[in-house]
């Protein structure tokens, strides 16, 4: 690493410019190699593309963005279960404390996940270290977008 790394928490308010979401509470995951998004109504396309919804809210369906890309990969990933299961990479960049990395992320349903993101090791190497007893050290999303879309379903 060329530059000081920025100190994040284990959990952080980030974007996905590239995927058009401003905002997406993470998980900051080191025991996890590769990032991993919420991803449902996953539709392969021609061309290697992929199109699929992602509820960026924790605790419920509200506010779904459909997003199409293009597919980096295809991975067999290991739960923290032991399970196997082969999930569609995509690259985009994630902007956590206001820096930009770009991320090789799995898409799998999240759904019953206490977070709708984790990010890994390999894109928190490039610019951050975790402090696993701290959150949200780069700040929350705004109060009124939080509270609109606390407890909507």
Known sequence: MSRTPTIAGWREWAALPGLALPWIKVKLD?????SALHAFDLEELPGERVR???HPWQDTDADAV?????????????????HTQERIVILTPITL???????EVTLSNRDQMGFRMLVGREAL?????????????????????????RGRA
Request: with cysteine.
């Open 97 to 103: 404390h206001e820096q930009t990395v770009d991320a």
């Open 66 to 82: 459909t997003v199409e890309c293009d597919i980096h990969d295809r991975r067999t990933i290991r739960s923290s279960t032991g």
């Open 52 to 54: 699929f919804s992602v």
């Open 125 to 149: 190497r490039q610019a951050f270290l975790v402090d696993p007893a701290r959150s949200f050290l780069g700040g929350r999303a705004p109060k009124a977008i939080r509270r609109r879309n």
């Open 30 to 34: 080191t025991g996890a190699r590769s």
